[in-house]
């Protein structure tokens, strides 16, 4: 019984931490409801790899451009796959070159989200 509660207590743990650092990208994204939105393109793409005692979380990297009264812009996006690194990769060599639409600060136009 300890053992399963030392579990849930790591699963908790890791769940908390998580949500910390997906704090800033959930905020971003409920900011930009309003922005104005662009055409853009996915550049690049790119997978990553955090390995941990249960198990392998994979996070599908997006590089795009954006074009903003006659100025380029670019950022980044991801995605995370549990456990799969195929279908991460299969989503990045999906996107490759593919448009996006792009909402991006009317303020502060280097800033932005994929929709």
Same mark, same amino acid.
């Given at each position: 019984m300890s053992g399963l509660l030392g579990i849930a207590a790591i699963v908790v743990m890791v769940g908390t931490l998580a949500s910390f650092r997906l704090w800033p990208q959930w905020f971003l994204v409920r900011r930009s409801r309003n922005w104005p939105t662009v055409s853009g393109t996915i550049e690049a793409g790119d997978v990553s790899v955090v390995r941990g005692r249960y198990g392998e979380l994979f996070t599908a990297i997006l590089s795009y451009s954006y074009l903003v009264d006659g100025q380029y812009y670019g950022g980044s #996006?991801?995605?995370?796959?549990?456990? #799969?690194?195929? !279908?991460?990769? #299969?989503?990045?060599? =999906?996107?490759? !070159? =593919? =448009? +996006?639409?792009? +909402?991006?600060?009317?303020?502060?136009? #280097?800033? =932005?989200?994929?929709r």
């Open positions: #996006d991801s995605k995370t796959f549990s456990n #799969d690194e195929n !279908g991460a990769w #299969d989503y990045v060599n =999906s996107q490759k !070159g =593919s =448009s +996006a639409l792009v +909402a991006y600060n009317p303020h502060k136009h #280097d800033m =932005s989200v994929l």
